[in-house]
Nanobody, 126 residues
Framework: VQLQASGGGLVQAGGSLRLSCAAS????????MGWFRQAPGKEREFVAS????????SYADSVKGRFTNSKDNAKSTVYLQMNSLKPEDTAVYYC????????????????????WGQGTLVTVSS
């Protein structure tokens, strides 16, 4: 499966952005989807994950209550709605996918994902 992330940009603190991740290729398979981010000089970190069915989610504590992860399986697209953005949210955001036969499963470890998008830059100014 190929992943294409989009929607990044420059926003002021307190603003909102919505990231999209469109999947192509073997989209008939079932995938756990994840969002990760990497700030300059830092390691890539977990942001959010959503299960195959799109009815179970997990968030990093740093974004809980501000970010919402959703999935449209008919469009093979996942979204990350980011509200109340802070300067510390500035990073390159990556979407990731992992094929799974378990509809309940959530992944938070980047090592669990086989497929990655190219990343989209989010810059939050203070």
């Amino acid at each position: 499966v190929q992943l294409q992330a989009s929607g990044g940009g420059l926003v002021q603190a307190g603003g909102s952005l919505r990231l999209s991740c469109a999947a192509s290729g073997r989209t008939s398979s079932s995938y756990i989807m994840g969002w990760f981010r990497q700030a300059p000089g830092k390691e890539r970190e977990f942001v959010a994950s959503i299960n195959v069915n799109g009815d179970s989610r997990s968030y990093a504590d740093s974004v809980k209550g501000r970010f919402t992860n959703s999935k449209d399986n008919a469009k093979s697209t996942v979204y990350l709605q980011m509200n109340s953005l802070k300067p510390e949210d500035t990073a390159v955001y990556y979407c990731a996918a992992q094929e799974s036969a378990y509809t309940w499963m959530i992944l938070r470890d980047l090592r669990g994902f086989d497929f990655w998008g190219q990343g989209t830059l989010v810059t939050v100014s203070s």
